[in-house]
């Protein structure tokens, strides 16, 4: 059986990051099961005990999907306690064409990227650029805090 990958991001409020992130990387909200008007709905049908599924949990989409399906499921997972410290996992959102590109190129795509990232509600950690390595990226933060990079 061949092992297929799911990205959980722990969060407050999923729906602000299944908004961002479905913006950011060209995703879907990933629609509740055929037959079900909600992901809650599907979970207490399928036999989760209802104090496993808090109020108001499902009733919006919570996980996202790449369309074309070459992508991970990402999962935004609610937890009580807010975010602490570094991540030790992080997203790299390659959109600078990689070293075969000329630098000055990948560097101007990069810049583009984050950019509308910020626009949509991120926000610049720092910079990291490195010509004579040919490297160049943006570390970011998602509307929660998440850390990533745009290369």
Known sequence: MRTTLQLAIDCADPRRLVEFWCAALGYVPEPAPDGYATWREYWLASGAPEEEVPPGAGEEPESIVDPDGAGPRIWFQVVPEAKAGKNRL?????????????????????????????????????????PDGGYYAVVMQDPEGNEFCTA
């Open 90 to 130: 992080h997203l790299d959102l390659m959109v600078g064409g990689g070293r075969s590109a000329p630098y000055a190129d990948r560097r101007a795509r990069v810049g583009a990227e984050a950019e509308r990232l910020t626009a949509l509600g991120a926000r610049v950690l720092r910079v990291m650029d490195h």
